[in-house]
């Protein structure tokens, strides 16, 4: 079975330090991944995702990710956070080898993060 | 704009009361999702559509309907809300399932039942 894990349920930053909320997951297969954002009172935006190629991934807002196989990991990083990136993040999974029920994405619980001036 | 609408955006009822929200997508996808957004449980899918006529029961369906007569629109219907319905709904659609393709989600419809 998929699934996702946010081990931090809220991530403290500083503004102008780096900031990382982390996402493991585990899938029978090869796993697309994908970070969504969502700001008080709206809905999901997605950020980036990851699906083939190079493991560093570039997304909006300075947002990168870097998917690791060996850890199946797919950490979200920016090397200076802004008070404005305060929001709920959400990790997802999806695994590229089924369609149907089993091809749907698979959320994490989210992490707040909160970026301090 | 493209966009995934939903309305109500706000919704007060009673138990047993039957109720409809309704999401429309502009996007002429195929792939529609409902979830369900609750404290410490992250999303979780409701029900999904892979195209007209075509839905599935996702991971909590229990006490929901959902339709999809055409390609824009996927409401979710309520037959007899209950108190433990009380959550935020979030509306979903990306341009196909089991894909690479990222989910477009609308601005979501909270719901209480009292």
């Known amino acids: 079975a998929q699934s996702v894990a946010q081990p931090e349920d809220q991530v403290n930053v500083a503004e102008g330090n780096p900031l990382t909320v982390k996402c493991t997951y585990s899938?029978?297969?090869?796993?697309?991944l994908f970070w969504y954002v969502q700001y008080p009172n709206r809905g999901l935006q997605f950020l980036l995702k990851?699906?083939?190629?190079?493991?560093l991934v570039k997304g909006s807002y300075g947002f990168e990710a870097e998917f690791n196989k060996s850890q199946t990991s797919f950490h979200l990083k920016k090397p200076s956070a802004l008070v404005s990136d305060s929001a709920l993040y959400f990790c997802?999974?999806?695994?590229?080898?089924?369609?149907?029920?089993?091809?749907?994405?698979?959320f994490g619980k989210g992490t707040k993060l909160s970026v301090k001036p | 704009e493209a966009q995934v609408t939903q309305n109500p955006r706000y919704l007060i009822t009673v138990t047993g009361k039957k109720l409809t929200v309704t999401c429309s997508q502009n996007?002429?996808?195929?792939?529609m999702s409902w979830y369900r957004q609750d404290p410490g449980l992250g999303l979780r899918q409701i029900y999904y559509?892979?195209?007209?006529?075509?839905?599935d029961k996702g991971d909590v369906p229990e006490g929901y309907k959902v339709s999809r007569k055409e390609k824009r629109n996927f409401p979710l219907i309520l037959e007899s809300p209950s108190p433990n319905q009380t959550s935020l709904y979030f509306c979903?659609?990306?341009?196909?399932?089991?894909?690479?393709?990222?989910?477009?989600f609308g601005p979501g419809t909270r719901l209480t039942v009292t």
């Open positions: 979903a659609s990306s341009f196909q399932t089991g894909a690479s393709y990222e989910q477009y």
């Open positions: 899938v029978s297969g090869n796993p697309y």
């Open positions: 990851y699906i083939t190629g190079d493991n």
């Open positions: 997802a999974v999806r695994d590229r080898n089924y369609g149907g029920s089993q091809g749907n994405l698979i």
């Open positions: 996007m002429n996808h195929e792939y």
């Open positions: 559509s892979m195209n007209v006529e075509v839905t």
